[in-house]
């Protein structure tokens, strides 16, 4: 990255492979990291993607945000109660999921995803292959087959999306378990935010398009 002139290497938050994003050229922001011993002086978490005849689109980068996002959006008693007990990081099988929720008689897994690959509005996800998301929706679908609540939640780390599907071109294993799972009564979620260079709220609803 280019700062005041001076060619800077930063360490980018995401291990997705970014390659339509991260372009010569683009804006990008940063974040001061506060450990002196580290290789990098700087982190990008957000990134402005050029759109034809439209104003750029700011895009969150930080693969770690849209976790800590989800929570603050479950507090505030959105999809349960209030009163509900959240907890994070959850082993049930051979998968550790992002929550794990008891609301009264109520009992879910959570699984988050972070998005940040759109086309024409479109927000997709894979960007790139991920046997770890195809392993997670199998094992949700077995906390369905137990009597537990399952969930996946797309958390969109940007705005202006019209739909939610599955990137079956990238990664078509990843759409056939997703489309499974959404058969096997797992409720597939797809939530849009609101981005600024330092903040990153869940805002509203996006349809969810499986076929």
């Known amino acids: 990255v280019e700062i005041d002139g001076v060619p800077e290497i930063v360490h980018v938050k995401n291990t997705g492979r970014c390659k339509e994003l991260l372009l010569p050229g683009s804006t990008v922001y940063l974040s001061v990291a506060d450990n002196p011993s580290r290789k990098t002086k700087y982190d990008l ?28 959006w479950l507090r505030k008693g959105t999809l349960f109660s209030s009163d509900a007990v959240i907890r994070r990081e959850v082993t049930y099988g051979n998968s550790r999921f992002d929550f794990f929720v008891t609301d009264g008689d109520r009992k879910a897994f959570l699984e988050v995803k972070g998005v940040t690959l759109e086309e024409k509005g479109i927000a997709m996800f ?4 991920t046997d770890r998301g195809v392993k997670h ?75």
Do not use: W
Request: with cysteine; charged share 25%; net charge negative.
């Open 45 to 72: 978490i957000a990134v402005e993607k050029q759109r034809d005849g439209a104003a750029p689109l700011l895009i969150n980068m930080d693969s770690q945000i849209p976790n800590a996002a989800a929570e603050e």
């Open 137 to 211: 929706l199998r094992e949700l679908i077995q906390c369905r087959k137990d009597g537990y609540e399952a969930y996946v939640l797309f958390v969109i780390q940007m705005q202006e999306m019209t739909a939610l599907r599955p990137n079956d071109t990238t990664h078509p294993a990843f759409g056939d378990a997703l489309r499974e799972a959404d058969r096997a009564g797992v409720k597939i979620m797809a939530m849009d935010c609101v981005v600024t260079p330092d903040s990153i709220v869940l805002d509203e609803a996006v349809p969810v398009r499986l076929y």
């Open 126 to 129: 894979p960007d790139a292959p």
